[in-house]
């Protein structure tokens, strides 16, 4: 049956089945695998190998020299044995080294055999590269004496080159004409741009002075509240847990510190009552959460009853701090949140405002800035227009002085003929 057979398969494979697996102990590589898969120790035969002799070394030095050119006779045999010793003795260097390094760092240098191979592997690599940086000059030289004799066959021709010179100084003028034109033409269109973008930053200019204006009004309101709220996150920070388990230890607690507790726990959404005052003051975080406290989300529900208590003759600091120093430090706490969060309320609109002239600022700004582009495109033609133009003169008076020359030249060559 086949599955019969394919058991038997799969049982002779589980039974004989031999995984080699070959590690450099170099780097961290090797480290973090033994970490991963403890089993690489715990169920494997770890076979290390020790590093090679030196006569192994010399031997495998030898054996890839055997393909290297380096002459011929005992001369070549003599050089290929000596760079065999040197390479064995920069590999065993290296060695003793890494060794010392390890008695006086606690540092690991691992020189593996494979190490030596591309050291031998290099030198043949450079040896190559060299002998063939060597002869690509001599075949340069060879080139230049094959150019020297070249030119001077050329200029043999230089009386035809004389007339065609002539023709395309003639043609490189035109040309330079007829960029004349188009550079007036482009340089107009740049006018007319420059006078857009001038246009478009005037106006970013005039948004940007309101912007800056609805900002600074936003921030002198905000200011206004900031010093109230800094002195009342002061005065909590200064509260300590004695302070806490003062208010706390109350069982019918003062009519000053009852409502100043039941303030606060409307700010916080709980029920204004002493004995939800009493779990929350016995919260560790209690004081750090008022400082936290997320003061620009109050609802109006809640700032029109911290207003009402706000608003009794007697719910001042001062007062407080006659009956409680905790009470009062809580009392600044509440009036500088509901100061708070009627300032925001009329900062809030400014801020919105703020926003929308910030995105059509934006908008300008990125109008601006396409005509900009636009604008550097066109000079940027107009420039390359300038150089072509330029490169054209150049090249007329260059070939107008090379004809001049030859023409003197030939004019010499035919005087002495005759």
């Known amino acids: 049956q086949p599955d019969v057979v394919f058991a038997f398969l799969i049982e ?64 070549a045999a003599e050089l290929r044995k000596n760079v065999a010793q040197i390479f064995v003795a920069v590999h ?15 540092r ?13 592997s290099g ?3 450079l040896l190559d590269e060299k002998r063939k940086e060597l002869g690509d000059a001599a075949t340069k030289l060879k080139n230049g004496l094959f150019k020297l004799d070249d030119t001077r066959k050329k ?13 395309k100084v003639a043609e490189f003028q035109k040309q330079c004409e007829e960029y004349l034109v188009i550079i007036v033409q482009q340089k107009r269109e740049a006018d007319e741009q420059q006078k857009a973008v001038g246009a478009r ?99 109006d529900r809640v700032l029109k009853k911290i207003g009402q208590y706000c608003a009794q003759p007697d719910f001042e600091p001062v007062t407080m701090g006659r009956v409680s120093q905790a009470a009062r430090s809580l009392c600044m706490w509440v009036r500088a949140m509901e100061v708070y969060g009627r300032v925001f309320r009329v900062i809030e609109p400014k801020r919105q405002r703020l926003a929308q002239a910030t995105r059509r600022l934006d908008k300008t700004q990125a109008e601006l800035a396409d005509a900009k582009a636009r604008l550097q495109e066109v000079q940027d033609r107009i420039d390359d227009l300038k150089k072509q133009c330029d490169e054209k003169l150049a090249r007329k008076e260059e070939l107008r002085k090379s004809a001049e020359l030859t023409e003197l030249k030939l004019e010499r060559a035919r005087s002495e003929e005759r």
């Not at 080294?97 to 606690?106: G, T």
């Not at 240098?109 to 494979?114: F, G, H, L, S």
């Open 12 to 75: 002779r494979v589980r039974n004989n089945l031999r995984v080699v697996l070959c590690m450099s102990p170099v780097g961290d590589p090797f480290r973090n695998r033994i970490r991963q898969y403890p089993a690489f120790v715990n169920c494997t035969t770890i076979d290390w190998f020790s590093e090679w002799p030196k006569d192994a070394l010399l031997e495998v030095s030898e054996k890839y020299l055997e393909e290297v050119n380096l002459g011929d006779g005992d001369t």
């Open 123 to 125: 030198y043949k690599r």
């Open 201 to 299: 930053s005037e106006k970013i200019a005039e948004e940007e002075e309101e912007c800056k204006k609805i900002a600074d009004t936003a921030q002198q309101d905000l200011e206004a509240a900031l010093p109230a709220l800094e002195e009342a996150v002061k005065a909590l920070e200064a509260l300590n847990k004695k302070d806490l388990t003062e208010i706390k230890s109350y069982g019918n607690p003062p009519e000053l510190v009852g409502r100043v507790m039941r303030a606060v726990m409307i700010l916080r959404g709980g029920e204004p009552s002493w004995a939800e005052a009493k779990r929350q003051l016995g919260d560790p975080n209690f004081i750090k959460q008022l400082i936290n406290f997320d003061k620009e989300n109050m609802s």
């Open 108 to 120: 690991h240098n691992y020189v593996t055999p494979t190490n030596y191979l591309e050291l031998v």
């Open 92 to 106: 065993r260097s290296v060695v003793e080294k890494s060794n010392l390094m390890l008695l006086e760092m606690r």
């Open 155 to 167: 200029v043999e021709a230089m009386s035809i080159e004389l007339e065609e010179a002539k023709v």
